[in-house]
């Protein structure tokens, strides 16, 4: 379950949500368009309140919203939720591909 300290980050929190592999699951079938809670949880072989769970943890993290009309209650992708994140992983690739950058110089340069 994520743990909303205040210390913990908006990354951290996205990162903990798409840590498990029905809430990823849930998120690849939002891709294709809002759904249901009871739609999401359908080929996860899950129950509803198992299913709420994890919709919440998505929802806390920000990658999802949901809204209730009547007895159902829709989920949606946030638009841009995941950019700090992966604005996160690309500073990261390029710091470690200019030190594998620098390594390769530096080996060539003494041969």
Do not use: Q
């Amino acid at each position: 379950m994520v743990n909303n300290t205040a210390s913990e980050t908006r990354v951290e929190r996205v990162y903990a949500a798409l840590g498990d592999p029905a809430r990823r699951a849930m998120v690849e079938r939002l891709r294709r368009g809002p759904s249901s809670v009871s739609e999401l949880g359908a080929p996860l072989g899950m129950t509803l309140a198992g299913v709420g769970k994890h919709v919440a943890v998505l929802e806390a993290s920000g990658v999802i919203r949901t809204t209730k009309i009547g007895r159902v209650r829709s989920c949606e992708l946030v638009v841009g939720s995941l950019d700090e994140a992966a604005a996160w992983i690309d500073e990261t690739r390029a710091f470690w591909n200019a030190g594998v950058d620098r390594m390769i110089d530096h080996l060539t340069e003494s041969a």
